[in-house]
């Protein structure tokens, strides 16, 4: 879970605000863009529930258990919201995000102590909201996906990020994978124009991000409005933001196998400040459980793209989501998997067990595979996994490469950075936050890599 990014420049801040964060980095950004909305409104952050005059669950509905975390949370928000009052303190609960907007009814069934529910389109409607709360007796509920763009209507002021920095440029799926609920949750698939993107972008850097990440769902689907007229892919818009003094790193997440057009995956090896790192989800390494799932593309896809990455940018490390027990799903389909990722070779990926959507073609489908065999075909994959990931860890071991660096360390003298691969990085040493640095790395540990400053600071930008 990630907090809001502190709001800045508010003249009076009467009222605090906590924000709780689950789900993907889309998320993260969002939660970030509601503080933005409210700051003006005079809430500034604060992390404990206790203080809070309105608390926002910016949930996720990808799995299951990801939205029942949110109910009991909820359980606990009561109590806080009953001790408040009893203080004649008033707090308004909001339920954001994915569960919002996929179980708006039954989240104020569940809990009727909830004020606010708002689909991940509506959040740019917040202040009229909490206006409406605070007068209305029942909840206020949001979930439509209303004509307007939130993007035309969310402050341009951004507070600072820090030096690394989510920016979203696309949203929404139109390719209803089986399992899958984001095309009923975020919508249609939607590319924000480019000089809108652009404009946050500067903006960004001036407040201090040194490394951006583009975020969509979809993300290398983007096929935005340019200021030429025309209409730019990913790629393009990525070599404008190359461009953007301060912006020394980028990246994109989360891509789709049908989108790596070949303009995008030359661009790796042509833009220094892309960094050498795809998430690329595959899901399965069987054609038979891929057609199932209805990604639209067979493993084979998977290996050519893999191949032509690796070729432009030698360096370049991949990581991938998994979905293990997809209904139909034999012992067959599932070595194909291990195979795929034998063959392939990942620095890091996310596994999961499938865990049936309600409203998902997937969710009628026959075939259930057996919890007990889910849980140990999932463990066997996320072994080799667990193994790739520390053979691509150990691998990097003597090589002396730029971190950027985010913070302190966890131990006093040592700051705290992230290598080109996003692997957390810690060095003895003193170096500004933001700075890009030269290290060796020089061992790695379970979860992260130790490294010595080969200069204090670099000039990098
Ligand atoms: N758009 C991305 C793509 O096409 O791969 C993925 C988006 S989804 C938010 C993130 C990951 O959650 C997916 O890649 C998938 O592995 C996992 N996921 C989605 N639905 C799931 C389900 N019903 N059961 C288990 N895992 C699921
Ligand atoms: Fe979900 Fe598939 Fe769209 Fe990814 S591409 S968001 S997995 S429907």
């Known amino acids: ?162 030096p690394v920095a989510f920016l979203t440029i696309q949203e929404g799926c139109d390719k209803f994978c089986s399992f899958c609920v984001v095309p009923y949750t975020r919508g249609a698939e939607f590319s924000r124009p480019a000089a809108a993107i652009l404009a946050e972008a500067r903006q960004l850097a001036a407040n201090g991000a040194r490394e951006i990440a583009l975020l969509g769902q979809n993300v290398n689907a983007w096929a935005g409005a340019s200021p030429d007229g025309n209409s730019w892919r990913l790629a393009r818009l990525l070599r404008e933001l190359a461009e953007i003094p301060g912006v020394a790193r980028l990246r994109y997440t989360t891509s789709h196998p049908r989108d790596m057009d070949d303009d995008l995956i030359a661009a790796h090896g042509e833009i220094p400040s892309l960094m050498p790192y795809l998430h690329l989800p595959v899901q399965s390494g069987s054609d038979r459980v891929l057609a199932a799932m209805n990604r639209g593309h067979k493993a084979d896809l998977y290996f050519r793209i893999a191949d032509r990455l690796r070729e432009a940018r030698p360096d370049l490390a991949l990581t991938s989501d998994f979905i293990v027990g997809h209904p139909g799903e034999t012992a067959a389909d599932f070595d194909a998997t291990m195979r795929l990722v034998e063959r392939i070779g990942f620095a890091g990926a996310y596994s999961f067990k499938y865990s049936a959507r309600p409203g998902t073609p997937a969710a009628s489908m026959a075939g259930l595979v057996p919890e007990a065999e889910k849980d140990s075909r999932l463990q066997t994959l996320q072994a080799l996994l667990r193994q790739q990931q520390d053979d691509f860890n150990r691998a990097c071991v003597g090589r002396v490469v730029d971190v950027l660096i985010t913070g302190t360390g966890r131990h006093p003298g040592q700051v705290a950075g992230r290598s080109p691969w996003l692997q957390p990085v810690h060095a003895t040493g003193a170096a500004p936050v933001g700075a890009v640095v030269p290290m060796t790395l020089e061992a790695a540990l379970p979860n992260s890599l130790s490294a010595n400053m080969v200069h204090e600071e670099s000039a990098a930008a």
Not at 31 to 38: E, N, P, T, V
Not at 114 to 139: C, F
Request: aromatic residues 4%; charged residues 25%; contains cysteine.
């Open 1 to 162: 879970m990630a907090g809001p990014a502190p709001a800045q420049g508010q003249a009076r801040a009467t009222r605090k605000l906590l924000i709780r964060t689950w789900g993907c980095q889309m998320n993260v950004y969002d939660s970030g863009r509601m503080a933005d909305i409210l700051a003006p409104l005079g809430y500034a952050p604060t992390e404990s529930a206790e203080e809070a005059d309105m608390v926002i669950l910016n949930t996720c509905h990808i799995r299951e258990k990801a939205s029942e975390k949110v109910f009991s949370d909820l359980g606990r928000l009561r109590e806080t919201k009953k001790a408040r009052a009893a203080e004649g303190r008033q707090t308004v609960i909001a339920v954001a995000g994915c569960v919002a907007q996929a179980e708006g009814a039954e989240i104020t069934a569940r809990a009727p102590w909830v004020d606010i529910v708002l689909g991940p389109q509506t959040y740019h409607r917040l202040p009229e909201m909490v206006a409406r709360a605070s007068r209305a007796a029942g909840a206020v509920i949001e979930t439509d996906f209303p004509a307007e763009d939130k993007f035309d209507h969310l402050p341009e002021a951004r507070a600072p990020q820090g």
